[in-house]
């Protein structure tokens, strides 16, 4: 059984769309961290909170955009280091929160990779994989920030979670505009590898005609018998 390819329109509108804001993200993502690394960060939180998240991001944009049709398959890399990335950023939550980061987050590693790579015959397991965190954040966790009430977060606490609103958002337009890689037709004209035909330099040319008007070496023989006869009795 043939597995489910996918692919992306690197031109479309909402693959353009994606691209943008994963570049946001990363921005965002920046302006997030600019105070840290500024003020000499370590080398883990620099790796693994500030420089993976950006290389997954931009990598994820690029992708999309130039390899969309044929390597789409390939975004499955950028995705995972985007998971390691949340799974590290969760053990600076609350334990329940932390706890169910974790959990999405592997959930969202294996079902993307999975899918892309053909282990499933639909798409339609992303889009709440990533619409649901995406609708939770924005309704539930940011909706006092949204609305500036007086447990709003600060400028400097919502500038990260814009950089994830960002991510989320674009997977799952991305999650919408995967379309299925149709299999190649097999016309019939396929030469098996190894055949005499295939090492000859000469065309192969096939006689359309109807058999019954096809000499055989018996009829050439009698044709050429009956020539002979004839030139005897012209002699004679």
Known sequence: MQKTRYRVNGKSI???IAAVLMYLAVVFRLLSCWGPLWKGADVFFVTTQVALPVVSCLLFAVMIRKL???????????VLMGVVFFVIYATTLSVISMIVCIIVSVVVAVVYTTTVMGGFDTK???PPLFGVPFLYRLIVKDAATIMVKENAMSLGEFIPELSILCMLLSLLLVSFAMKKKKPPVDDGTAIL???DVMDSEEPLIIDSRPADTLATPADAVTDSGKENSQEENSQI
Do not use: H, M, Q, Y
């Open 124 to 126: 339609w397991f992303l």
């Open 68 to 78: 969309g049709e044929k390597l789409f398959v390939l975004t499955f890399i950028p």
């Open 193 to 195: 590898e190894g055949s």
């Open 14 to 16: 909402i693959i353009r």
